[in-house]
């Protein structure tokens, strides 16, 4: 067991020291700085908000000298009786933004609305339904109704929505950007032991070792410190950006986004737990492939269908998540390649229960005992390889032998 700690102390050290490990960490740690950054960056840039001048050309006088009613902290209202030549012209000359031009033909009103380009126009321009409802608005005033008459002509339309299906205690922008979180911690944190046990094949370093301790306390051993260190790294990124968030963002376009009432001290104990758990599975298959080769090299190869058991692992939650009361969603909470980016947020959610909590961490705990006792197997007898990278078939004679 010393012997374990010995392995795990170093390889953490070893981590921590290298350049890739600093590099790729400050480099994250800037992208969320500066993340959190760009609503101010982009306000520097663009300086104080101009407003839209809109012209608007009334020749009979339809809004009774109301128009100026329109103008707003956006818009700047500007009433000419203009011809259509002459307000191209001003458009073209970037002197206004857009312009109508009413006109009145028996009980209908006509609006001729004018635009430098209508390519980049999506739907019904928003000024008209303002003129809509300023006419109507002078209409009703004309006859000397009471509140109640007015309020019973043009009420204020409200509505609600309400769901059929239980109501989510959580946030899902929330669990899925924390989903993708766990994913990169235990995916990459995972990744780094194949290509530390591969390396010291390579230097030899290994021969040392294994006169040294026994393969279970190197196999566990460098599991347990590469973990310490992708640990210590997710940690910091998670301090850096709450206080990114607190510190560059607005408070209320935060709280209209992200709602943190579901992140408690339970969930973060249990999104912990199953980043170790969901880390020890992947980093152990890591482990497995990592012995079967002796070139760095090769390491990227061997580590293919891995990668690719992570990312279908990750791929289920992530899209069960958009359902997550959904028996898809349920169900990869069960699987052990799926459940430690899955169940954590079904707890957040609400759609999980104590015993099937449970009974995840069961089967992923079952899932490290047989690949802990395969990998450490298979990479007693292939410690000194030096060869060829071995195939499916040489594993398993591997782990069949005594």
Do not use: H, W
């Amino acid at each position: 067991m010393n012997d374990m700690f010995v392995v795990a102390k170093f390889t953490l050290k070893d981590m921590l020291r290298r350049k890739a490990f600093i590099i790729s960490t400050i480099i994250i740690l800037l992208m969320i700085i500066i993340g959190c950054n760009i609503p101010n960056i982009s306000k520097s840039f663009k300086g104080e908000s101009v407003k839209a001048k809109i012209l608007i050309s009334d020749k009979n006088n339809i809004f009774e000298n109301n128009l100026n009613m329109l103008s707003n902290d956006d818009n700047e209202i500007i009433t000419d009786n203009l011809s259509i030549d002459e307000i191209k012209e001003k458009l073209l000359s970037n002197e206004i933004e857009e312009a109508v031009i009413v006109d009145k033909v028996d009980n209908n009103i006509n609006f001729k609305y004018i635009v430098k380009n209508a390519m980049y126009m999506d739907g019904s321009p928003y000024i008209v339904d303002l003129l809509s409802n300023l006419y109507k608005e002078i209409q009703i005033s004309k006859l000397n109704l009471s509140n109640e008459e007015v309020l019973s002509i043009n009420p204020a339309f409200n509505y609600e929505i309400e769901q059929a299906e239980e109501e989510a205690n959580g946030n899902v922008f929330v669990m899925m950007i924390l989903s993708i979180v766990l994913f990169y911690a235990v995916y990459f944190c995972a990744f780094q032991v194949s290509s530390s046990i591969t390396t010291e094949k390579t230097s030899k370093i290994i021969e040392t070792l294994v006169t040294s301790t026994s393969p279970t306390n190197i196999v566990l051993g460098k599991t347990i410190g590469i973990g310490l260190a992708g640990l210590l790294q997710l940690i910091l990124i998670i301090l850096t950006a709450i206080f990114s968030v607190n510190m560059f963002l607005d408070s209320e376009l935060v709280s209209s986004v992200l709602d943190m009432s579901s992140i408690t001290i339970p969930l973060g104990l249990i999104t912990l737990l199953y980043f170790i758990l969901g880390y020890a599975t992947y980093a152990l298959l890591y482990a497995l492939t990592g012995s079967t080769v002796s070139k760095p090299e090769d390491i990227q190869s061997a580590n293919t269908p891995v990668a690719m058991i992570t990312m279908i692992g990750f791929y289920i939650s992530y899209f069960t998540m958009l359902n997550p009361s959904s028996n898809m969603n349920m169900i990869a909470g069960f699987i052990p390649i799926s459940s430690p980016f899955c169940m954590p947020f079904r707890i957040m959610m609400g759609f999980a229960n104590v015993n099937e909590v449970l009974i995840s961490i069961g089967i992923l705990l079952l899932t490290i005992f047989v690949i802990s006792s395969i990998t450490i197997k298979v990479y007693s007898n292939a410690i000194l390889n030096y060869g060829s990278k071995m195939s499916f078939k040489d594993i398993v004679k591997m782990y069949k032998q005594k």
